[in-house]
């Protein structure tokens, strides 16, 4: 509090009352009451400062343990990759010693000693010539159209043979061409005859019912409409005219190139014709073989 001037109604006029303070009166220096705690906060401050620095000193001896643990597995790495290198040097030498070893008593068992061969006592009887093949690939060669002498009598000879020995009595197809009536010339009619047959073996050198093959075939159907043929393919293809795929019509001929078949064109890509031994005449695909399209009895 501070002090002030009370008036008062006892005292004379002019005369004030001082009045004091009743709070205590303070006799040492402001700062001893504010750093009364000094002491305790210093103290406070001396323990922190010497837990930090213990913390600090096992801070830097975990670093140094880890750094001796580091220290201790790189050695021993470096340790076994010297060890590593070292073995398969040490083991090579041993080798080495043991496979010139072995070399030495291979080269004296080589020289030294004996071989015994047994060999079968027909060997020398074995067939050992060589096996047939045939090319994967049909060899094309250009036939000749023209029958010798000699092969046109071979082949008369076979037909004559067949027609013997087989117990067919209706006509054939010089039967057909003595007579003098036929009908009516058509490639649909000549297919449609043609057809009547489907289901006749396959017979090599055959021309009549009883049995075909390809060029027997053409030629006994022709011949009922009074169109004279040879027995064979190359004779039959070189009495027509060659026409395109295009203005091909059932009932003319497909010819293989090589000379080897022929049949009568079914349209389509098919062909009617007795096709090999064991077959029958019948409408089938044109397989892949080069052929050509030929006409007879009418002009393209």
Same mark, same amino acid.
């Given at each position: 509090?501070?002090?002030?001037?009370?008036?008062?109604?006892?005292?004379?006029?002019?005369?004030?009352?001082?009045?004091?303070?009743?709070?205590?009166?303070? #006799?040492?220096?402001?700062? &001893?009451?504010? %750093? =009364? !705690?000094?002491?305790?906060?210093?103290? $406070?401050? +001396?323990? @922190?400062?010497?837990?930090?620095?213990?913390?600090?000193?096992?801070?830097?001896?975990?670093?140094?343990?880890?750094?001796?643990?580091?220290?201790?597995?790189?050695?021993?790495?470096?340790?076994?990759?010297?060890?590593?290198?070292?073995?398969?040097?040490?083991?090579?030498?041993?080798?080495?010693?043991?496979?010139?070893?072995?070399?030495?008593?291979?080269?004296?068992?080589?020289?030294?000693?004996?071989?015994?061969?047994?060999?079968?006592?027909?060997a020398?009887?074995?067939?050992?010539?060589?096996?047939?093949?045939?090319?994967?690939?049909?060899? #094309?060669?250009?036939?000749? &159209?023209?029958? %010798? =002498? !000699?092969?046109?009598?071979?082949?008369? $000879?076979? +037909?004559? @043979?067949f027609?013997?020995?087989?117990a067919?009595?209706?006509?054939?197809?010089a039967?057909?061409?003595?007579?003098?009536?036929?009908?009516?010339?058509?490639?649909?009619?000549?297919?449609?005859?043609?057809?009547?047959?489907?289901?006749?073996?396959?017979?090599?050198?055959?021309?009549?019912?009883?049995?075909?093959?390809?060029?027997?075939?053409?030629?006994?159907?022709?011949?009922q409409?009074?169109?004279?043929?040879?027995?064979?393919?190359?004779?039959?293809?070189?009495?027509?005219?060659?026409?395109?795929?295009?203005?091909?019509?059932?009932?003319?001929?497909?010819?293989?190139?090589?000379?080897?078949?022929?049949?009568?064109?079914?349209?389509n890509?098919?062909?009617?014709? @007795?096709?090999?031994?064991?077959?029958?005449?019948?409408?089938?695909?044109?397989?892949?073989?080069?052929?050509?399209?030929?006409?007879?009895?009418?002009?393209?």
């Amino acid at each position: 509090m501070t002090t002030g001037i009370i008036p008062s109604s006892n005292a004379p006029r002019g005369i004030t009352r001082r009045t004091m303070r009743t709070d205590p009166i303070r #006799t040492g220096p402001i700062d &001893t009451v504010k %750093t =009364a !705690a000094a002491p305790a906060t210093r103290r $406070a401050a +001396r323990e @922190a400062v010497v837990a930090e620095q213990r913390a600090a000193s096992a801070k830097s001896k975990r670093r140094g343990v880890k750094k001796t643990a580091v220290s201790v597995a790189v050695m021993g790495i470096i340790a076994g990759l010297f060890g590593t290198m070292a073995l398969p040097a040490f083991a090579h030498s041993q080798t080495t010693a043991a496979g010139s070893q072995s070399a030495a008593q291979i080269a004296s068992e080589r020289a030294n000693g004996a071989q015994n061969v047994q060999v079968a006592n027909n060997a020398a009887a074995t067939d050992v010539s060589r096996d047939n093949y045939t090319a994967s690939v049909p060899v #094309t060669k250009t036939v000749s &159209t023209t029958l %010798t =002498a !000699a092969q046109a009598t071979q082949a008369a $000879a076979q +037909r004559a @043979a067949f027609s013997a020995s087989t117990a067919y009595s209706g006509e054939t197809a010089a039967d057909y061409l003595a007579n003098p009536s036929h009908p009516a010339f058509s490639l649909a009619a000549v297919y449609q005859t043609a057809l009547k047959y489907q289901g006749t073996p396959y017979v090599f050198g055959g021309a009549t019912p009883a049995g075909f093959d390809c060029s027997g075939f053409v030629m006994y159907v022709y011949a009922q409409f009074g169109i004279s043929l040879q027995h064979s393919v190359p004779l039959e293809d070189a009495a027509g005219v060659t026409i395109s795929q295009a203005d091909a019509e059932p009932g003319d001929l497909v010819v293989f190139d090589n000379e080897a078949h022929d049949g009568f064109y079914a349209g389509n890509g098919m062909i009617l014709d @007795a096709p090999k031994p064991g077959g029958v005449v019948s409408v089938r695909p044109i397989w892949n073989q080069a052929h050509h399209f030929v006409r007879l009895g009418i002009s393209k």
